[in-house]
């Protein structure tokens, strides 16, 4: 069974700084895929920034990116000169590549500071 | 592009009716659909797991004959909760994977629909 942690409940940052969210995970696939989704007041699911298991160059697009290692089952994101529409919950996803589930984690609270 | 919608957005019945809650994937064809529920400040939970023309797949601990699913066609699908009672009050999402070959594989979620149950 694919498990995915986040052990961070919440986390605060302070406008234009950048933050690092936490995400580990664990399965015995080789090949997957690991996304993060921001999950702002409206509820909207957003994807934010996903990575191919077989891919070895860390995502990134635009302020976001992430920093994978596999061999630790680590996918943690890097959101740089943080903005306020930033503050959302965000989520870390495992997701098969076949069946195609995805398992979340149980999210991190993010709030930008003006 | 990749557009989901759910119909309705929020819902309020009455406790032992059935309720039926639509996804639709707006520009693009979805062979799998997927459903999850969120309760307040919890993580996303899968429910069932929808393809097109086949009989849906239900995770562990999920009653097939209280949600009921139906994927009709490559762009419907279909979550019936039966004989609602409170405890079925929740966030209900649901997402749809790109068939392959057109878009990258993830999935795209729609909206979402809150239901309240008297």
């Known amino acids: 069974a694919q498990t995915v942690t986040q052990s961070q409940p919440e986390m605060s940052v302070q406008e234009a700084e950048t933050v690092t969210l936490s995400c580990t995970y664990d399965?015995?696939?080789?090949?997957?895929?690991l996304f993060w989704y921001k999950q702002p007041p409206s509820r909207q699911m957003i994807l934010v920034i996903r990575?191919?298991?077989?891919?070895?160059q860390n995502a990134t697009e635009n302020r976001f990116s992430v920093n994978f290692q596999k061999a630790a089952k680590s996918f943690s994101l890097k959101i740089s000169d943080s903005q306020l529409g930033d503050t959302a919950m965000y989520f870390c996803a495992f997701m098969k590549p076949v069946g195609n589930q995805f398992y979340f984690g149980t999210g991190t609270s993010l709030t930008v500071i003006p | 592009g990749a557009v989901v919608s759910q119909h309705p957005s929020r819902v309020i019945c009455k406790s032992g009716t059935s309720v039926k809650i639509e996804c639709r994937s707006l520009?693009?064809?979805?062979?799998?659909m997927f459903w999850y529920r969120q309760f307040p400040k919890q993580s996303l939970m899968l429910m069932a797991t929808?393809?097109?023309?086949?009989?849906?797949?239900?995770e562990q601990g999920v009653e097939k004959d209280k949600f009921l699913i139906n994927h009709a066609s490559l762009t419907l699908s279909t979550l019936t909760v039966t004989s609602a009672h409170p405890e079925d009050s929740s966030f209900y999402i649901c997402?749809?994977?790109?068939?392959?070959?057109?878009?990258?594989?993830?999935?795209?979620f729609g909206p979402g629909t809150r239901l309240l149950v008297l």
């Open positions: 997402s749809a994977k790109p068939h392959r070959g057109t878009l990258f594989e993830t999935q795209y």
């Open positions: 929808s393809n097109e023309g086949s009989k849906a797949t239900y």
């Open positions: 520009d693009f064809q979805a062979t799998t």
């Open positions: 399965t015995s696939e080789s090949n997957y895929y």
């Open positions: 990575q191919e298991a077989y891919k070895q």
